[in-house]
Protein backbone atom coordinates (compact mmCIF):
# COMPACT_ATOMS: atom_id res chain seq x y z
CA UNK A 1 0.00 0.00 0.00
CA UNK A 2 0.81 3.52 -0.67
CA UNK A 3 4.66 4.46 -2.08
CA UNK A 4 6.69 1.20 -0.40
CA UNK A 5 6.40 -1.86 -1.03
CA UNK A 6 4.57 -4.45 1.33
CA UNK A 7 6.76 -6.94 3.50
CA UNK A 8 5.74 -10.89 2.63
CA UNK A 9 3.10 -12.28 4.58
CA UNK A 10 2.41 -15.49 5.43
CA UNK A 11 -1.28 -16.50 5.17
CA UNK A 12 -3.19 -19.75 6.94
CA UNK A 13 -6.71 -20.55 6.16
CA UNK A 14 -8.52 -23.38 7.63
CA UNK A 15 -11.27 -24.61 5.27
CA UNK A 16 -14.10 -26.18 6.66
CA UNK A 17 -15.89 -27.18 3.29
CA UNK A 18 -15.80 -30.31 1.92
CA UNK A 19 -15.15 -29.29 -1.21
CA UNK A 20 -11.74 -28.07 -0.24
CA UNK A 21 -12.13 -24.86 -2.26
CA UNK A 22 -11.76 -21.78 -0.34
CA UNK A 23 -13.03 -18.41 -2.95
CA UNK A 24 -10.81 -15.51 -3.26
CA UNK A 25 -11.66 -12.10 -4.88
CA UNK A 26 -10.20 -10.74 -8.12
CA UNK A 27 -8.02 -8.25 -6.47
CA UNK A 28 -5.96 -10.51 -4.04
CA UNK A 29 -5.19 -12.93 -7.11
CA UNK A 30 -3.65 -9.76 -8.85
CA UNK A 31 -1.74 -8.85 -5.53
CA UNK A 32 -0.56 -12.32 -5.30
CA UNK A 33 0.65 -12.69 -8.24
CA UNK A 34 1.94 -8.16 -8.39
CA UNK A 35 -0.72 -7.17 -10.91
CA UNK A 36 -1.74 -4.97 -8.82
CA UNK A 37 0.31 -1.72 -10.48
CA UNK A 38 -0.87 -3.11 -13.66
CA UNK A 39 -4.31 -2.84 -12.83
CA UNK A 40 -4.08 0.63 -11.09
CA UNK A 41 -2.24 2.23 -14.25
CA UNK A 42 -5.11 1.23 -16.39
CA UNK A 43 -8.15 2.48 -14.34
CA UNK A 44 -7.91 6.48 -13.77
CA UNK A 45 -8.50 8.17 -10.67
CA UNK A 46 -12.25 9.04 -10.21
CA UNK A 47 -11.83 12.12 -9.13
CA UNK A 48 -9.44 13.44 -12.08
CA UNK A 49 -11.11 14.05 -15.38
CA UNK A 50 -9.27 14.46 -18.92
CA UNK A 51 -9.42 18.05 -20.52
CA UNK A 52 -11.70 16.45 -23.33
CA UNK A 53 -14.06 15.48 -20.93
CA UNK A 54 -13.65 18.83 -18.51
CA UNK A 55 -15.66 21.08 -21.13
CA UNK A 56 -19.25 20.35 -20.21
CA UNK A 57 -18.54 19.90 -16.42
CA UNK A 58 -17.06 23.49 -16.46
CA UNK A 59 -20.14 24.82 -18.35
CA UNK A 60 -22.12 23.13 -16.15
CA UNK A 61 -20.66 24.62 -13.02
CA UNK A 62 -20.87 28.45 -14.81
CA UNK A 63 -24.09 27.51 -15.20
CA UNK A 64 -24.89 26.59 -11.63
CA UNK A 65 -22.69 29.57 -10.74
CA UNK A 66 -25.03 32.10 -12.46
CA UNK A 67 -27.92 30.66 -11.09
CA UNK A 68 -27.24 30.95 -7.68
CA UNK A 69 -25.45 34.43 -8.03
CA UNK A 70 -28.85 35.29 -9.87
CA UNK A 71 -30.88 33.67 -7.05
CA UNK A 72 -28.51 36.10 -4.89
CA UNK A 73 -29.53 39.39 -5.83
CA UNK A 74 -33.12 38.49 -6.52
CA UNK A 75 -33.85 37.53 -2.79
CA UNK A 76 -31.37 40.55 -1.54
CA UNK A 77 -33.73 42.81 -3.90
CA UNK A 78 -36.76 41.45 -2.12
CA UNK A 79 -35.12 41.50 1.09
CA UNK A 80 -34.82 44.88 0.66
CA UNK A 81 -38.28 45.75 -0.79
CA UNK A 82 -39.57 43.91 2.36
CA UNK A 83 -37.36 46.48 4.97
CA UNK A 84 -38.80 49.02 3.07
CA UNK A 85 -41.98 48.77 3.32
CA UNK A 86 -41.96 47.40 6.74
CA UNK A 87 -40.17 50.92 7.63
CA UNK A 88 -42.96 52.58 5.83
CA UNK A 89 -45.91 50.70 8.18
CA UNK A 90 -43.35 51.57 10.82
CA UNK A 91 -43.59 55.00 10.46
CA UNK A 92 -47.08 55.51 9.32
CA UNK A 93 -48.19 53.66 12.76
CA UNK A 94 -45.72 55.81 14.52
CA UNK A 95 -47.51 58.63 12.65
CA UNK A 96 -50.55 57.56 13.72
CA UNK A 97 -49.31 57.02 17.38
CA UNK A 98 -48.42 60.29 17.56
CA UNK A 99 -51.53 62.16 16.44
CA UNK A 100 -53.56 60.28 18.81
CA UNK A 101 -51.71 61.20 21.53
CA UNK A 102 -51.77 64.84 20.38
CA UNK A 103 -55.67 64.63 20.27
CA UNK A 104 -56.28 63.16 23.26
CA UNK A 105 -53.92 65.71 24.70
CA UNK A 106 -55.62 68.31 23.24
CA UNK A 107 -59.06 67.39 23.75
CA UNK A 108 -58.86 65.89 27.43
CA UNK A 109 -58.40 68.58 29.66
CA UNK A 110 -59.56 67.64 33.48
CA UNK A 111 -62.74 67.14 34.34
CA UNK A 112 -64.99 69.69 36.74
CA UNK A 113 -62.58 72.11 36.68
CA UNK A 114 -65.94 74.81 38.24
CA UNK A 115 -66.69 72.46 41.22
CA UNK A 116 -63.11 71.78 41.83
CA UNK A 117 -62.35 75.50 41.77
CA UNK A 118 -65.60 76.30 44.01
CA UNK A 119 -64.32 73.62 46.47
CA UNK A 120 -61.08 75.41 46.57
CA UNK A 121 -62.99 78.91 47.15
CA UNK A 122 -65.11 77.16 49.98
CA UNK A 123 -62.06 76.02 51.87
CA UNK A 124 -60.33 79.62 51.64
CA UNK A 125 -62.87 81.68 52.74
CA UNK A 126 -64.31 78.85 55.68
CA UNK A 127 -60.35 77.55 56.72
CA UNK A 128 -61.28 76.61 59.98
CA UNK A 129 -64.78 75.53 58.92
CA UNK A 130 -64.93 72.51 56.37
CA UNK A 131 -68.41 71.29 57.17
CA UNK A 132 -69.76 74.46 55.46
CA UNK A 133 -67.82 72.93 52.01
CA UNK A 134 -69.62 69.64 51.95
CA UNK A 135 -71.99 70.41 49.93
CA UNK A 136 -70.05 71.68 47.52
CA UNK A 137 -67.86 68.79 48.19
CA UNK A 138 -69.99 66.61 47.95
CA UNK A 139 -71.37 68.16 44.21
CA UNK A 140 -68.04 67.77 43.00
CA UNK A 141 -67.53 63.90 43.80
CA UNK A 142 -70.88 63.55 42.06
CA UNK A 143 -69.28 65.78 39.07
CA UNK A 144 -66.16 62.88 38.75
CA UNK A 145 -68.07 60.25 39.14
CA UNK A 146 -70.53 60.91 36.05
CA UNK A 147 -67.50 61.74 33.76
CA UNK A 148 -65.72 58.71 35.33
CA UNK A 149 -69.20 56.61 34.37
CA UNK A 150 -68.76 57.83 30.61
CA UNK A 151 -65.31 57.41 30.32
CA UNK A 152 -65.72 53.90 30.80
CA UNK A 153 -69.06 53.63 28.88
CA UNK A 154 -67.13 54.86 25.83
CA UNK A 155 -64.31 52.46 26.19
CA UNK A 156 -66.07 49.75 26.05
Not at 4 to 16: G, Q
Not at 37 to 66: C, H, M, T, W, Y
Not at 96 to 122: F, I, L, W
Request: proline share 6%; with cysteine; charged share 30%.
Amino acid sequence: MGGVPSKTRKLTVENDDPTSVIKVSEGVVDRIRGNQLVRQEAQPSPGVVAPQQAGPFIAELKKNDEYWENRIRSLEANHKRMNEIMEQEYNKACDQVQGNKMSTAVESKPPCQDTKRAVMECYKHYPNEPMRCAKVVQAFQECVDLKRTHLIANRG
